[in-house]
């Protein structure tokens, strides 16, 4: 018989290597006593603070012209509202229960922050690709921010509430299925683990999703910095520089001094490369900075993006982006690490199946933290307009299983799935969950609409 350890909600927060793995399956399954599976159907709303003041407060230290754009971009839809609004659930999910099982989390796990990229050795792979609110903190509140995002993404493309349903109901039975894989593999078998474009296209279950796939994949490959090169720059005066393209690319009145800004920035970045990536890098040389407005909840974060050319022209095209404090910190605990643009890479690192080569991080002279990435080298992500119920659910599985890779690298497979069982209770629960919390996603849009009709904020 073998004995039950002692471990308590809340402090499990790596693997337990120490305890084999049947202690770990046993304290796994013990944890449904704590957590029972059903209770995560619940949500109680209880006093909360207003969803326009924790907006704003999220607005501190962001350029104060850009923020009406954010604004603009989040009253397109309830869906544009959740993606630009991580602080208003995190202060929420962490009113809910959880199992105490901490893993690298995501923090801003919607189904637009998954797509395909390409690895070092150009293959397509398919994961998730946005870690600015990345920290360790509870599993359940990436999977559960998942699933809330595809139901109200499911009702903005205007399925019904049946099919809504059902792609919830897919992506966390893909994930229970993918841990309970996970759980069983050698520890070097889950880090090696990827989702490769190629088996996608392989292992769909139909000929519309094949297709999909297929076209996703082509896509990607289309997407070289070769061509994102050709299109966002010109040649001025024998100079090779950026097309200002207002508000969404521009450069700055004081040009001259931000590009020598940047350049102390950029010397700094490449000292936390590895020194074949730094010997990579000094084969290029910096030519033309510009502020680039990404996203929604990016929107008004200082964001830029640098052109490099090699002696032989090649171009090089990186993003610059402002790293500011995780949503979750101050409801998952003190981020490790001092420098934010730090936790970033290093959280991409751990959750992604392979990472850009030029990853990295800096400070500026204004304390501000950034991390360096290469821009829209072969990434590409879904469209939801037009999207069929039955494209939304396989999509909805690809999500599943792609975070369940990413938390099993990071936690506990072992303890997570045992926990979750062969049954599908934690399925149907998290659905259910999402289901009700999507219309509090609705009315909180509807307070951002109320606030710009009132003047108390402003939109473009």
């Known amino acids: 018989m073998t004995s039950t350890p002692n471990i308590k909600s809340g402090e499990i927060t790596s693997t337990n290597s120490q305890l084999t793995v049947a202690q770990r399956q046993e304290a796994g399954k013990a944890l449904r006593q704590v957590v029972s599976r059903s209770a995560h159907r619940n949500w ?54 959880t199992t105490g099982i901490h893993v690298q989390a995501c923090g801003d796990c919607h189904l637009l922050n998954f797509g395909g990229f390409a690895t070092p050795e150009r293959n397509l792979i398919f994961d998730l690709n946005d870690f600015d609110e990345t920290l360790s903190a509870p599993w359940e509140w990436d999977i559960k921010r998942l699933v809330i995002s595809i139901i109200v993404a499911g009702k903005d493309i205007c399925l019904n509430d049946k099919d809504c349903y059902d792609a919830a109901l897919a992506a966390v039975r893909a994930y229970r299925l ?16 990827r989702l490769d474009a190629n088996m996608l296209v392989e292992h769909a279950p139909d000929e519309e999703t094949r297709k999909y796939w297929e076209q ?22 024998g100079q090779r520089r950026f097309i200002d393209q207002p508000p969404q690319l521009y450069h700055l009145p004081n040009q001259q001094e931000y ?23 000094d084969r290029y040389r910096l030519v033309d900075v510009a502020m680039k407005v990404v996203g929604v909840g990016s929107v008004g974060t200082h964001c830029g993006v640098a052109l490099l050319l090699s002696n032989d022209h090649d171009p090089l095209l990186l993003q610059f982006k402002e790293a500011r404090p995780s949503v979750l910190e101050p409801y998952a605990g003190k981020c490790p690490y001092s420098h934010n643009g730090q936790r970033i890479v290093n959280g ?3 959750m992604q199946a392979a990472s850009d080569i030029f990853l990295g991080w800096t400070s500026n002279s204004h304390g501000q933290d950034f991390y360096f990435r290469q821009l829209k080298d072969m990434k590409t ?36 799935s045992s926990y979750l069982g062969k049954s599908d209770t934690f399925d149907s629960a998290v659905a259910d969950f999402a289901i009700t919390y999507a219309h509090q ?9 109320a606030a710009v009709q009132s003047g108390r904020i402003e939109a473009k």
């Open 178 to 193: 993918s841990m309970q894989e996970y759980g069983q593999m050698n520890t070097l078998a889950v880090w090696y683990a």
């Open 44 to 97: 109680h709303l209880t006093e909360r603070p207003d969803p326009i003041d924790l907006l704003e407060i999220s607005n501190q230290g962001r350029i104060r012209e850009l923020i009406p754009i954010r604004y603009g971009r989040m009253l397109q839809s309830p869906f544009a509202f959740l993606r630009g609004s991580a602080i208003i659930m995190a202060v929420d999910l962490a009113q809910t229960l």
């Open 259 to 281: 590009f020598e800004e940047v350049g102390v920035l950029f010397e700094q970045y490449r000292d936390t490369l590895q020194s074949d990536r730094q010997f990579l890098l």
């Open 381 to 416: 992500s879904i469209k939801l307009k037009g999207m069929s119920a039955r494209g939304l659910e396989d999509y909805a599985e690809i999500c599943g299983c792609a975070l369940a890779r990413a938390h099993a690298c990071s936690g506990d497979p072992v303890m997570i």
């Open 348 to 350: 991409q690192r751990l």
């Open 216 to 237: 996703m994949a082509n896509k990607a490959f289309t997407r070289t910095m070769q061509q994102t090169f050709l299109q966002l720059t010109e040649e001025v005066n």
């Open 441 to 449: 996603v609705e009315q909180d849009y509807q307070a951002l609409v």
